[in-house]
T-cell receptor
Framework: GNSVTQMEGPVTLSEEAFLTINCTYT??????LFWYVQYPGEGLQLLLK?????DKGSNKGFEATYRKETTSFHLEKGSVQVSDSAVYFC?????????????FGQGTELSVKP | GAGVSQTPSNKVTEKGKYVELRCDPI?????LYWYRQSLGQGPEFLIY????????DSGLPNDRFFAVRPEGSVSTLKIQRTERGDSAVYLC???????????????????FGQGTRLTVV
């Protein structure tokens, strides 16, 4: 079945460090891939997405590239800030006949220290 | 409203009791989703509504769980004979358009509420 696996946290970085959070997926066909972020006390928010192979999603300095050959969608940011501290979820969706329901990874907590 | 609203934000109930969790989606959104998030895990899909009808309820764990959306707006997730294992955060999401057979579009983006934390003691 469809599934998402992401690296375990928590991840602790110093401000301005480089961030990578790994995400791999298992799915038949051609899913859309997403990164969601959950800031403390807030609901899940869409951070970025990619809908086909080799697409790069980007937002707020974060990037992720849809790699079909490695079934991966790793999240990267060149210089993290304290305000990036949150829990990050990788997710996939197969809109085709599934109404856009999302399958999430287990989440990776990021803590950025000044 | 401005966003997806879920009430109550917290609910503590005794084992065996019945609970109802409410979701008010963004006005005009036709698709509505329920997810359950256990501690340290990602959200797990429960049920999806297109308008008033449940288009996909494959994620409901058993027949103690039921959800309705009678007028195509507000939805209620109902849990009978609650068990301690039902303790989790229940998330609701809505999107402007229902199912799409094409690629993702902004109209199918799901917006999440802050969730209801259910604790069964």
């Amino acid at each position: 079945g469809n599934s998402v696996t992401q690296m375990e946290g928590p991840v602790t970085l110093s401000e301005e460090a480089f961030l990578t959070i790994n995400c791999t997926y298992t799915a038949t066909g051609y899913p859309s891939l997403f990164w969601y972020v959950q800031y403390p006390g807030e609901g899940l928010q869409l951070l970025l997405k990619a809908t086909k192979a080799d697409d790069k999603g980007s937002n707020k300095g974060f990037e992720a590239t849809y790699r079909k050959e490695t079934t991966s969608f790793h999240l990267e940011k060149g210089s993290v800030q304290v305000s990036d501290s949150a829990v990050y979820f990788c997710a996939l969706s197969k809109l085709y006949n599934q109404g856009g329901k999302l399958i999430f990874g287990q989440g990776t907590e990021l803590s950025v220290k000044p | 409203g401005a966003g997806v609203s879920q009430t109550p934000s917290n609910k503590v109930t005794e084992k065996g009791k019945y609970v109802e969790l409410r979701c008010d989606p963004i006005s005009g959104h036709t698709a509505l989703y329920w997810y359950r998030q256990s501690l340290g895990q990602g959200p797990e899909f429960l049920i999806y509504f297109q308008g008033t009808g449940a288009a996909d309820d494959s994620g409901l764990p058993n027949d103690r769980f039921f959800a309705v959306r009678p007028e195509g707006s507000v939805s209620t997730l109902k849990i009978q004979r609650t068990e301690r294992g039902d303790s989790a955060v229940y998330l609701c999401a809505s999107s402007l358009k229902p199912t799409s057979w094409s690629s993702w579009t902004e109209e199918t983006e799901a917006f999440f509420g802050q969730g209801t934390r259910l604790t069964v003691v």
